[in-house]
């Protein structure tokens, strides 16, 4: 059941989704290490003890933790930010206007590994961590930057495309301009030998 609002909350209009405040955060992720990651970590300060230990196993067992927990606190302290407002996107330490924002897209797998691999443009802005595999291309439409787009890893990738006001759905599966490479000479007449 639903609790009645006084009458002068009844006649006020309720606010779009689509209009937003400024300054309000419409997405936002932290790119913190995954579990297989804090494994690892585990796993290198228990081969830091394994060292350790014929010394002295206290020495061992302090040395391990606190390298273990520095590991840790390294890898959460430099996870990049993904952040949009109406005003600005941030990804890790690049920030941009929106207004210079064009369309996003979202690539999860072979198309995530493709986008950030062989036909990534090296001038693009890339910010990437080994933990999180799906990617978002961002275009930028700023002719005084000659930064093409901005290529990041993101957990939840078609929700930051959403918040930049693009639809994941009506991607085109043929965004990737990518041709795999030719295995051989007999297979590209253009090699040269």
Same mark, same amino acid.
């Given at each position: 059941?639903?609790?009645?609002?006084?009458?002068?909350?009844?006649?006020?209009?309720?606010?779009?989704?689509?209009?937003?405040?400024?300054?309000?955060? $419409?997405?936002?992720?932290?790119?913190?290490?995954?579990? *297989? !990651?804090? &494994?690892? #970590? +585990?796993?290198? =300060? @228990?081969?830091?003890? $394994?060292?350790?230990?014929?010394?002295?196993?206290?020495? *061992? !067992?302090? &040395?391990? #933790? +606190?390298?273990? =927990? @520095?590991?840790?606190?390294?890898?959460?302290?430099?996870?990049?930010?993904?952040?949009? !407002?109406?005003?600005?996107?941030?990804?890790?330490?690049?920030?941009?206007?929106?207004?210079?924002?064009?369309?996003?897209?979202?690539?999860?797998?072979?198309?995530?590994?493709?986008?950030?691999?062989?036909?990534?443009?090296?001038?693009?802005?890339?910010?990437?961590?080994?933990?999180?595999?799906?990617?978002?291309?961002?275009?930028?439409?700023?002719?005084?930057?000659?930064?093409?787009?901005?290529?990041?890893?993101?957990?939840?990738?078609?929700?930051?495309?959403?918040?930049?006001?693009?639809?994941?759905?009506?991607?085109?599966?043929?965004?990737?301009?990518?041709?795999?490479?030719?295995?051989?000479?007999?297979?590209?007449?253009?090699?040269?030998?």
């Amino acid at each position: 059941m639903s609790a009645s609002l006084p009458a002068s909350h009844d006649d006020a209009p309720t606010p779009s989704p689509a209009v937003t405040a400024p300054g309000e955060v $419409l997405f936002r992720e932290k790119l913190v290490p995954s579990v *297989g !990651t804090w &494994v690892l #970590v +585990v796993v290198f =300060g @228990l081969a830091v003890f $394994l060292v350790g230990a014929p010394i002295s196993i206290p020495i *061992g !067992t302090a &040395v391990a #933790v +606190v390298l273990a =927990g @520095l590991l840790g606190v390294i890898l959460t302290a430099t996870s990049p930010v993904l952040e949009v !407002t109406p005003e600005s996107l941030q990804v890790g330490r690049a920030h941009i206007e929106r207004r210079y924002v064009g369309r996003a897209e979202a690539f999860r797998g072979d198309a995530a590994r493709i986008a950030a691999g062989p036909a990534a443009d090296g001038r693009a802005y890339m910010c990437f961590r080994p933990w999180v595999s799906p990617v978002v291309r961002i275009r930028i439409d700023d002719p005084a930057d000659p930064t093409p787009y901005w290529l990041a890893n993101a957990r939840h990738p078609e929700d930051l495309v959403r918040a930049l006001g693009g639809d994941p759905d009506q991607q085109d599966e043929h965004a990737l301009e990518y041709t795999e490479p030719a295995a051989s000479p007999e297979d590209n007449p253009g090699w040269r030998r």
